[in-house]
C-alpha cells in the first residue's frame, strides 16, 4: 500500500507553525501547529506535538499527541494510546486505541456508495464517499 513515490516532510520538535497548510503527499507534526490544515495527503501527529486548529482535513490522520479542534479523514482517523483530541471527528474508519483522552462527537460516513469503482475516476469515487454535511442540514 505503500507509495515509495510519495514525499515526507517532518516539522521538527523546534518548528512552530502558524497559519494555513495544504499539502498532497505525507507530513509528520512533532512540533507546534496553530491554523488549518487542508490536504490530500496523509498526516501523521506525533506523541511530542500540540496543535490547536480550526479543522484539520486530510486523507488520513493518526494523532499521538494533543489536538485542540476538529478533524475529518476521508480514509480513516487513528487515535493512539496517550493521545489528547478535543474537537469532533469524521472519518470513514476510526480506531481509538486504550488510555486516550476524547472529548467530542463522531460522524461516520454511512454507507460506500453503489458506484462501480472501475468505471469511474478516481477522484470522482473519493467525492462520492465524502459526507456532506451541508446538504444533510
Known amino acids: 500500500m505503500a ?3 510519495k514525499n515526507l516532510t517532518v516539522f521538527g520538535r523546534e518548528t512552530e507553525f502558524d497559519g494555513h497548510l495544504e499539502f498532497s503527499d505525507s507530513l509528520v507534526i512533532t512540533g ?3 491554523g488549518t490544515i487542508n490536504a490530500t495527503g496523509s498526516l501523521e501527529i506525533e506523541k511530542t506535538s500540540v496543535c490547536e486548529v480550526d479543522k484539520i482535513i486530510a486523507e488520513s490522520v493518526v494523532v499521538s499527541g494533543q489536538v485542540s479542534g476538529n478533524i475529518e479523514a476521508s480514509d480513516h482517523i487513528e487515535l493512539c494510546n496517550g493521545s489528547k483530541v478535543t474537537g469532533d471527528i469524521k472519518a470513514a474508519r476510526l480506531r481509538i486505541a486504550d ?3 476524547f472529548e467530542g462527537q463522531v460522524s ?3 454507507e ?3 458506484t462501480d469503482i472501475f468505471s ?3 477522484e470522482e469515487y473519493k ?3 465524502i459526507i456532506r454535511t451541508d446538504e444533510v442540514r
Open 127 to 129: 467525492q462520492a464517499l
Open 99 to 101: 488510555n486516550v483522552e
Open 120 to 122: 469511474v475516476s478516481s
Open 108 to 110: 461516520m460516513l454511512d
Open 112 to 114: 460506500i456508495p453503489d
Open 3 to 5: 507509495n515509495i513515490n
Open 32 to 34: 507546534k501547529f496553530h
